[in-house]
């Protein structure tokens, strides 16, 4: 079984910084993609960003001011935040991704952390 934890959350005031982490567990060594997602109140998730193994990609509303980055392992996956606006807040989700013959693709999700950007 396969868990993704997330940790790093909580209240910032606008301009301030965050580091959210991700840590896995489980029968996975390593995973194909991994990113973060969030979902504010009353919307739809969105992408924030995604890492490989050699590329990042991120939202156009995040670009300049998050970076996603992937420990030695690949097991840990981290958001940093900075320059942070009262849109940012949501529940990010931390997300991981397996690809397998024949499978296909297999998603794993975490639990959700709060970021609240409020004066």
């Known amino acids: 079984q396969v868990q993704l934890v997330e940790s790093g959350g909580g209240l910032v005031q606008p301009g301030g910084s965050l580091r959210l982490s991700c840590a896995t567990s489980?029968?996975?060594?390593?995973?194909?993609?991994m990113g973060w997602y969030r979902q504010a109140p009353g919307k739809q998730r969105e992408l924030v960003g995604i890492?490989?193994?050699?590329?990042?990609n991120y939202a156009d509303s995040v670009k300049g001011r998050f970076t996603i980055s992937r420990d030695g392992t690949k097991n840990t996956v981290f958001l940093q935040m900075n320059s942070l606006k009262p849109e940012d807040t949501a529940v990010y989700y931390c997300?991981?991704?397996?690809?397998?013959?024949?499978?296909?693709?297999?998603?794993?999700w975490g639990q959700g952390t709060q970021v609240t950007v409020s004066s």
């Open positions: 890492i490989t193994s050699g590329t990042t």
């Open positions: 997300n991981a991704v397996k690809f397998r013959v024949p499978t296909g693709r297999r998603d794993y």
């Open positions: 489980g029968s996975i060594v390593s995973f194909d993609v």
